[in-house]
């Protein structure tokens, strides 16, 4: 038993990390990025030194490389043992791994967040991860922009061709040599104040725009000369 615990943990420290960024970085090397409104991202972090991507789970797989090249980054991650793998895969890339979730470590990871973002830090955050629902915008994205003091700028990607798997939120993987767009979305400001009914409102909104977001840039591939 403990020759197998010592194997399994092994597999999810070292060699499931690896072996996943090994074919995230081949396929990404394939892809044909098209980046569109970069200005919204460049004209928050020139006013706020930082800012809070947001993206969904579903999507986020063809900006990991991507954005191995907008260093310093920062991410949450939760303290669990899928948490500890994705936390290498994190690692590995360059970015800062911050272990904690609204469950566990949350505060410690918040105060974490907001040292590093006065540092020059981005903070890229899944907004419906790691289990959904899906396309739900959860409270904590607000949470870490009000404890960061940035806007939020959606960051939304969408694939010519792809790979969709049977996941809680049919998970998106570009097939090679994929035509990709990044649309980065206008900046939205959390004040650090709000009271529940103003933060559950500002929640939903922000949660149908990114829904809009994502249907926009999706329906550009049906247009003539996309």
Known sequence: MRIKNIANNYCYRHLFPRAGLLLVRLLSRT????LVDEQNEQQTLDAYGSVV?????????????????RKPIAIMISQSRDGEMIARVVDMLGWRPVRGSSSRGGSRALKEIRTLTRQGFRIGH???????????????????AQFAGV???PVITSAERRWTFNSWDRFMVPKPFSKIVVRFAPPIFVPRRLDAETFEALRLDIEKKMKAYYAQTDDGWRRPNA
């Open 31 to 34: 892809y044909r990025y098209e």
């Open 126 to 144: 899944i907004v419906d991860g790691p289990q959904g629902p899906f396309g739900v915008v959860k409270p904590g994205l607000l949470v870490i």
């Open 151 to 153: 806007p939020i700028v």
């Open 53 to 69: 991507y947001a993206s969904w789970h579903q999507r986020f797989f063809p900006g990991i490389t991507l954005f191995a090249t």
